[in-house]
C-alpha cells in the first residue's frame, strides 16, 4: 500500500535534484553575452584584444554608473586574473560590489578561497554576480576550473579595504 506513496516521493525527489543542477547551471554566475550591458564579442576576446569590447578593454575597478558601489571587471586567461594576479583587487567594504568576469582563451573559473563566491568563467562570456563584503579583509582567488598545465599556478588576491 505504501509502494506508490514511496515511488512518488522518490521520484520528486529525482525531479527537484534535476532541477537543481540545471538551476545551478544556467542560473546565477553563468551569464550570456550582452545580458548585463557587458558587451564582449568572443572572436575579441579570443585574439586577446579588447579593443571593442568596452567594459574589458581596461579590466579594472570602476565606480559605478549608478553612484552606488563599484564594479569589477576582471579578464582571466592562461594562468591570471587581470586584475588580481599581477596586483590585487581593492574593492570597499560595506558597498555592493559587481564582478564582471570573462576569459579571453579557455574556461576558468573564479572562486574567492572561504566563501561562496564561486563561478565558471567562459571565454565569450561574462559572468556577473554581486557580493557585498561587510567587513575588510584579504581572500585568495582561485580558479577552479583545470585549464592547462599551469592550472594549479592560477591564483590572485582581493582586497577589502
Ligand atoms: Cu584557470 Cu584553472
Redesign the pocket.
Known sequence: RFEKLWFGASLLLIVAFIGTIVYGAVGPGVAMVGDDGGTIDSDVVANGNYDQADNFRAPGVYESSDGEGVDVYIV????LFDPGTAQPIEVPAGEEVTFHVTAAD????FNLAGTNVNSM?IPGQVATFDVTFEETGEYGIV??????S???T?AGQLHVV
Open positions: 582571466a586567461r592562461q594562468y579557455v574556461t576558468h573559473g568563467v580558479c577552479h576550473e583545470y585549464c592547462g599551469g592550472h594549479h592560477m
